[in-house]
Every structure is written in C-alpha cells, then in structure tokens.
C-alpha cells in the first residue's frame, strides 16, 4: 500500500531568461523565433526575482511571511519536502520514500535507483539540522564506493537549493550600502541575512514580535550571525557619519532578492583537491586583492579583500568538498570551525560567520585513512558518516543502466531481452555476501533482495540475511565498469544489428583482467565464476521463454485445458467422460491429468487435493458469475504450458537448426515462434534467430526442462 503527498513545483525558469513555458521552436526564421521568445517572457517573474527595496520595506516582507529568514539547513530540507513524499510498506515497516531524488524536473536525468536507507539518512541529518539538534555543527559526509551515486546525491542538492531559491517560497534576501555621492549600491560579498543589522541588545524582542505574528511557523525566527568584515565596516563608517543614529544609518541599506546558482558562484560552492603546490587556504576563506591597497592604503581593510573563497561564496547555500579526506590537513582544520562554530577565519580579519549545509563525500580507502589517523579525531568527532552503498537490488540496478541504454538513446541497434538484466545480476552478485544459511546460494538470495518468493522464505528472513552482512554493497563492481563493457559491445560488433546477453558477458570477462580495482587474482577467479552462475541462469531464462514461444498456441492450449478440466471433472464426482470420437464413457483419463500434474511437482499422494482444489477454484468463479480461465491460475498455466511443449516441440523439431537441415513445413512452425518472440518478449529478427539457436543447441545435448 502507498500513501503520498505532494507539494508540486513549477517548471522553472532561469533568473535571466524568464520564459513562461517551454515550446517547439522548429522555425524557418530568426525574426519569427525572436517573436515567439518575446511572446512568451514572464515579465512579472522577472520583476519578483530581481525586487529591491528598503530595508524598512524587507521587514514588511519578513512580518507578511517570516520564513524567508530561515536557515541553509531549513531551506534545503524544505526544498526536499517540497517535491513531495510517498509512504510504503517494506518488511512490515512504513518507510518513507523522497520524490526529490527522482529528479523529477530533469526527467530524471539524475534519478538515483534504490539507496533508500542512504536518502532516509541524509534526509534526517538535515531535518535534525533544521530544528537545531546538534547536526547542523557538523560535516555530512557521503561515505562509499566509487560510482555509489555520492556525487550525484551532491549534484542533485546543489541543484535543488539553486531552482528553490526561484520560487516564491524559497525566497531569500541580501543587504548593500549605498554612499553619499554613490550612485551605485555596494552589495554585501557574503550575500548575508539583512537582519544582521538589528543591534545584539534588540534581537530577541524582534525575533519574539516576529514569531507573536505568525505562531503557527515551522521555525520560530532566530536572529544569529554577526556582519561580515565588510559590511561591518560599511556599518561602522555608517554610523560614525550619523552621529550613532541607527534609524538614519538604515535609511541607506538597500535590500534585495538573491537567486542562488553555481555558476553565477551564489550560494552554492565546490571545492576539489589539487596538488598541494597549487592551492592553498585562500581558496576557501578568500584573499587580499593586492590592487586596491594602493587606493585602501592597507592590506586590512575589508575593501581591499576579495571574499571570493567557496566557504564565502557558498554562504545563504551548500558547499560541496569533492573527495574531503583527500585534502591536506590544513584544509581539513578550517572544517573544524565551519563545522562546529559556523565560521571562518579570512586572512587579517576575525572569524566570519557563515550559513551553509556543509556536504562531503569520500571513498573507502581515504576513510579508513581517517579512522586510522589519530591526529584527526577533531574531524572524525565533528563528522557525521551517512553511507551510501552500491544497489543490492536488482530491479534498482537495471534501471541505472536503462536510463541510458534503452530505444531512445541506442540508435541503429536493438538490445536483445535479459541483455541489461544480466549484466546487472552480475553486477549485484559481486556486492552480495556469501549467505550463512548453507541451504541459500547466492543467486537465491538476490532474487530474495529483489522481492521475489522462496519457499521456506518469509519477510523476516530476507530481513535477517541483510542484518547478518557486514559490509555488503560497500564491496563489489561498479556501475561505471559496467556502463563501459555495454558501451564496447555496442561499438565492438558493428554488423551486428542486435546486441545481445553473451556480448556483454563476454566483454565484462575480458575486462576482469587489467580492472584496475581489483587488487587479487582469488577475486578476479570468484567474478569469473559468478559470470558462470549468470549465463546458467540465463540459460534457464530463455529455455522458459522458448517453451512459452512454442506452447504459445492458444487453441490448443485451450484444447488441453478443456480435456483436462473435463477429466478432473470426472474424476472428483465419480463419473465417466464421453469420448468425443467415439461417443462412448469411459474412466477419467489418468495417464493425461499425471501428465500435466507432474509438470508442477504434484506427487501422486497430493493429486487429489490438487484436483479438489481446482474444482473448488472453478465453482467458486461461477458463483460469482465468473468464466474460469486458465491463465488465471497461474500453477494449472503453468503446468499447461509445459505438456504443451513437450507435446509440440518434436513437432517442430527445433534440434534442426544446429544441423541447419531444415524442410519447408518445419521452417513454417520455426518462423510462428520467432514470430512469438519477437510479439510478446520483445526481441527483433536477429536477436530471436539467435536464441532460438541457442536453445536449440542446448536441446541437442539433451538438455531440456523437465
């Protein structure tokens, strides 16, 4: 069962570009597309995203709709609300899923597949964070292998606050100075909360009349946060100028909106390690800009500074450290501080306040690195590991390679059925653990994971084997080796109008040998054998699906069930059936029903009941003023299906192929079933005639399913 609420978002429009919606701009001529772009401006967004005003007139906007003074922490978890939440069942426990990282407005560009476990975590942090319980004091840092999706849960945030502070609701104000004989307003670097300028004495009585307005708030209005040194010192001379009156001295603050974006470097800031020869801590808490010492005549007035460093531009937003644990340990300490105090210390200035979700990620070896480094307990005490895993489930882990193979974006080849699948069973196979139970094998335990029955198998049992790993997920082959070897089969067979499971096997074998992750020739054997288990299983799928192909016609599928039905009848009710041929009674025919029954394990012992069980099954639906159909039942389908086969597939004589002798009626029979699998399990002509050979090739060694 699904529960979910939905707070939906508009498509967004850019700050500079304010299109209303989106069209087909297929036109012949520049005047006629300049026309359509002029028709369609939202010039009221434009006027609503780019509004100034007085600072008078920003404590009108913050009485009307206090929210607008929230914290980083509060606006990024709102914004994840916002997308909406959907509620569901799993193990006998509601579970929360977030549409946010569907990645809905990209068409899920960036969708990340499964990971639940890592989204509820992070999710929580920031909702802790919001209500300041103690996370928004440190680091989140995205902990797990490489192509575990850390980056994208990163680049998906970035990206969330940047489209949030566009709307209304995620509205968000800045502060400048404007100087007499100035025409132009000076505007904070830190792009900081205008209500800094409300005196230490005075904030709480503020804060109280703000929260008596609107009791029903999220989050009661705090004001915290010093002016940063250059507004600070705008205010001093201000004030200086004034002869300490306050009133006059805000008379010249303008205020205005602030439209977070990573490439404008508003709010939202990256770092990412270099060689320590060309970086230094500058980067992130600013530098002297060495020209305009002349004009300041020294090197600490604030003027003369550039607070351009990505703790500084990130302020109001997120900063993201790619790969944190790789930087040098003088980086790592100016963490402590932003982290904890929620400020930095620029060069010549005093500590800086700062407003910001501080996120991090890092891999496996650079994490132990941490744990085992006694000189960065500070760091390890102030961070707060949420780990994000490979995918243990397989429906999840064909989705990732889907979204970027599939009809749409793989022109001029067809991907032959299960070609996907089992590249992303194996994948999962190398992350799985070795169950304990020796009456599992691991190919039985991730169909487990994936939601699929097992006898002797309950909920609480696949919730147990996941309790029972250790590091399961955190080990493994990544997406990204196996996005590379479909990629090669795609271009490694150019004649080739169909690409199918053996290709990328075959490819993912071959590059076992120069992996460059894979530290261990007992490991590189073990992926080895389970790309065995793999085909073995997908023998077995495409032996089904053959069968199927070939028990595929319904008539006499219908014809079968009829008989058999009739003869249950017969049976259950101590009466005789009338031959159709002849016209005369006689016994039930056993030899047929055993012959069906023993296709689905039915034990002489138990076939009775079975027959009862049908019969009771059929009354039932009659009852009800139901038709029975077979394929309602999917046991007597199934069984079905299988006599079926066994009766129709001399017939065809599929073994032919292999010998390529193959007369005109056979060839006939051979085409309806390529012709089935190409209708119902959606392979081409290539692909079908090649596991059609296959098949055949098993069955000419005897193999066939019994």
């Not at 909360?193 to 703000?210: K, N």
């Not at 199934?638 to 009766?647: C, R, V």
């Amino acid at each position: 069962m699904r529960r979910s609420t939905h707070l939906s978002f508009r498509r967004k429009e850019a700050a500079w570009l304010p299109w209303e919606k989106e069209g087909d701009f297929r036109m012949a001529k520049g005047s006629d597309i300049v026309a359509l772009l002029t028709e369609r401006q939202n010039l009221e967004q434009f006027r609503k995203k780019n509004w100034q005003g007085s600072f008078l007139e920003y404590l009108d906007l913050v009485a009307e709709n206090p929210s607008i003074v929230r914290n980083a922490f509060q606006r990024c978890y709102d914004m994840i609300l916002g997308y909406g939440v959907e509620q569901y069942e799993e193990s006998r426990e509601m579970r929360t899923h977030y549409r946010f990282f569907d990645d809905p407005l990209e068409g899920g560009r960036d969708a990340i597949f499964g990971l639940r476990d890592a989204q509820t975590s992070l999710v929580n942090a920031l909702k802790s964070a919001a209500n300041g319980y103690g996370i928004e004091k440190r680091v989140l840092l995205l902990h797990g292998p490489v192509g575990s999706s850390k980056s994208t849960m990163a680049r998906l945030l970035k990206r969330g606050v940047e489209r949030y502070s566009l709307q209304d609701e995620g509205a968000l104000y800045s502060l400048g100075w404007v100087l007499p004989g100035d025409d132009n307003v000076h505007w904070c670097p830190m792009n900081e909360e205008p209500l800094h300028l409300i005196p230490d004495a005075q904030r709480a009585e503020v804060a109280e009349r703000f929260n008596a307005d609107a009791p029903a708030l999220r989050y009661p209005v705090k004001i915290t946060g010093d002016l940063c040194p250059y507004c600070r010192f705008m205010y001093n001379e201000a004030l200086q100028q004034k002869g300490g009156d306050w009133g006059s001295v805000i008379k010249d603050i303008r205020v205005r909106r602030i439209l977070l974006s990573e490439q404008d470097r508003v709010g939202i800031g990256t770092f990412q390690p270099k060689d320590e020869k060309n970086q230094d801590s500058t980067e992130l808490t600013g530098d002297i800009n060495y020209r305009k010492i002349a004009e300041f005549g020294t090197d600490s007035d604030p003027r003369a500074f550039n607070f351009d460093g990505e703790f500084n531009v990130a302020n109001r937003g997120i900063v993201e450290f790619i790969e944190v644990l790789k930087l040098d340990v003088a980086f790592l300490y100016d963490l402590l501080g932003a982290s904890q105090e929620h400020k930095v210390k620029p060069k010549k200035f005093a500590q800086t306040d700062i407003d910001e979700v501080i996120l991090g990620h890092t891999n496996e070896p650079e994490y132990r690195r941490l744990q085992n480094n006694e000189f960065m307990e500070a760091l390890r005490d102030r961070t707060v590991k949420i780990d994000v895993p490979y995918v243990t489930r397989l429906t999840d882990e064909i989705k990732i390679y889907e979204k970027d193979y599939n009809s749409e974006r793989v022109k001029g080849k067809h991907i032959a059925p299960h070609t996907i699948e089992m590249a992303a069973m194996w994948a999962i196979l190398t992350r799985l653990e070795e169950p304990k139970n020796a009456n599992l094998t691991l190919m039985q335990k991730l169909k487990l994971y994936d939601g699929k029955s097992l006898p002797g198998f309950t909920e609480e049992n696949v919730k147990e084997l996941k309790s029972q790993t250790k590091r399961e997920g955190m080990l493994g082959i990544s997406p990204r080796y196996v996005q590379d070897k479909i990629s090669n089969a795609l271009v490694a067979h150019p004649d080739a109008t169909s690409i199918n499971p053996f290709m990328v096997m075959n490819q993912l074998e071959a590059g076992l040998k120069n992996h460059s992750l894979i530290t261990s020739e007992e490991q590189r054997d073990h992926y080895r054998e389970l790309l065995e288990v793999v085909k073995e299983e997908y023998e077995n799928i495409v032996k089904n699906e053959v069968q199927r192909a070939i028990a595929a016609d319904e008539e006499a599928m219908q014809r079968l069930c009829s008989n058999y039905i009739d003869n249950v009848k017969a049976y259950t009710q101590r009466e005789k059936v009338k031959n159709k041929f002849t016209g005369q009674y006689e016994e039930p025919d056993e030899r047929l029903m055993r012959s069906i029954e023993e296709k689905i394990d039915i034990p002489d012992s138990r076939k009775d009941d079975f027959r009862r069980e049908i019969m009771n099954y059929i009354g039932a639906l009659s009852i009800d003023g139901k038709r029975f159909d077979y394929k309602t039942n999917e046991r007597l389908y199934k069984a079905l299906q299988l006599k079926l086969f066994e009766d129709q597939k001399d017939s065809i004589k599929l073994t032919s192929l292999v010998s390529n002798v193959i007369d005109q009626d056979t060839q006939e029979k051979i085409d309806v079933v390529k012709g089935r699998l190409i209708r119902d399990y959606g392979y081409d002509d290539e692909s079908a005639t090649d596991v059609l050979n296959f098949v055949a090739s098993i069955f000419a060694r005897g193999d066939v399913k019994n």
